[in-house]
């Protein structure tokens, strides 16, 4: 079954974020917490985890680009 991952909201302020990192690629197999990517705001940096165990079966982002809450970030297999 596939799932696409949406933007999490990483902040109270916050609706859109800048992609900084991506640390997996298509076929990278996570667990429940792993860091997927890694998200800039005006003020921090967050990690963004995966929220189940799965293979990355797509990604739907790329570095420097704006993402907005609740936006297709990756597609996971579980």
């Known amino acids: 079954m596939r799932s696409t991952l949406k933007m999490p909201k990483v902040g109270d302020a916050v609706d859109e974020v800048v992609i900084s990192e991506i640390q997996v690629q298509p076929g990278t197999r996570v667990t429940e917490g792993q860091t997927l990517f890694v998200v800039e705001t005006d003020k921090t940096q967050v990690e963004v985890p995966a929220p ?24 996971l297999e579980v």
């Open 52 to 75: 189940f165990a799965g293979t990355v079966a797509e990604i739907l982002i790329a570095v420097g680009d704006d993402v907005r809450t609740g936006a297709p970030t990756l597609v």
